[in-house]
């Protein structure tokens, strides 16, 4: 295979992969610009989504359009039901504690998948059946364009949600100023919950399309987790235009290194570049000097 033939095939998979990232970071921002918090489960949203795309598409036949929007669904509800069950009890809580109590939501629910789903690598047969497109040597699969697609439909779904719709909208006013929203009659715990309950189904479209291409098993919500959060600080936490760029770059530059190098140095230089980026602008690539939670969409 030629250098150009390389290029090509390692940049689609770079995008696909983050393409993943990207979405993962999207939840994580939806949820800090709406609590001030990083919610350290939205890998596990991502698993879940997964084992749930994988039971009902493997185990109960249920064809994959049908079965798409169907664990979407179930996520959201997870996700809002992990907000009523573990934070929205509290009574004005700290951040520390709401971290803390993402994490041991993570962990738990690392246990309930384990349970539920066992300990081995599942996998989810390829969405589109069919020959690989061949482009000058380069060997990219349809479901590469696929995620693709999702991902851009998915941003551009975001997009116009925040920008269109009057619940976009009072969200976007919850992230910059809490309390003006409350004195303008805005529903703040409603948009919490709906901020976790977007974030989860925004996790399990993120499992969903990473899970034909590579196995999932329980313990992967971590890597998801570590990921999102890298894209969210290198695009400049809880802005959302910035998750996007970052995810192309990380995506790329991880396939670039382990094709090009090794496997083995492609979480360094993932993490030299977080740290790069920290060193020089530390409030991201579109971040501003003193984080405002958020108004890009």
């Not at 994580?28 to 939205?42: D, E, K, S």
Request: proline fraction near 4%.
């Amino acid at each position: 295979m030629s250098l150009l033939s390389q290029i090509i095939q390692f940049t689609f998979s770079g995008l696909a992969n983050g393409g993943t990232y990207i979405l993962v970071a999207l939840g994580l921002n939806i949820i800090y610009n709406a609590t001030g918090i990083i919610n350290f489960a939205q890998g596990e949203f991502a698993v879940f989504g997964s084992f749930i795309m994988i039971t009902l598409c493997m185990a109960w036949g249920i064809p994959a359009p049908v079965a798409f929007p169907i664990t979407v669904l179930a996520l959201a509800g997870i996700g809002a039901l992990f907000h009523r069950t573990a934070i929205a009890p509290l009574k004005k809580p700290s951040v520390i504690t709401m971290v803390i109590i993402t994490i041991g939501g993570s962990i738990f629910m690392r246990g309930v998948a384990m349970l539920i789903w066992g300990k081995y690598p599942q996998r989810l047969d390829p969405f589109i059946d069919a020959p690989p497109i061949r482009f000058m040597d380069a060997i990219i699969k349809w479901d590469t364009l696929l995620v693709l697609v999702i991902v851009a439909l998915v941003v551009a779904a975001l997009y116009w949600f925040f920008e269109k719709t009057v619940t976009g909208k009072a969200m976007r006013a919850c992230a910059e100023n809490r309390e003006a929203a409350l004195l303008m009659g805005i529903n703040v715990d409603r948009i919490v919950l709906l901020s976790f309950a977007l974030s989860a189904a925004l996790g399990a479209v993120a499992g969903v399309v990473y899970t034909p291409g590579a196995s999932m098993e329980y313990g992967r919500g971590p890597y998801f987790g570590l990921r999102g959060f890298e894209v969210a600080i290198i695009g400049g936490l809880g802005n959302s235009v910035g998750a996007v760029l970052a995810g192309i770059l990380i995506g790329l530059f991880e396939t670039f290194s382990a094709g090009f190098l090794s496997p083995t140095y492609k979480e360094a230089i993932t993490l030299a570049l977080l740290l790069l980026v920290l060193f020089v602008k530390p409030s991201g690539i579109l971040g501003k000097a003193e984080v405002a939670r958020l108004k890009d969409f």
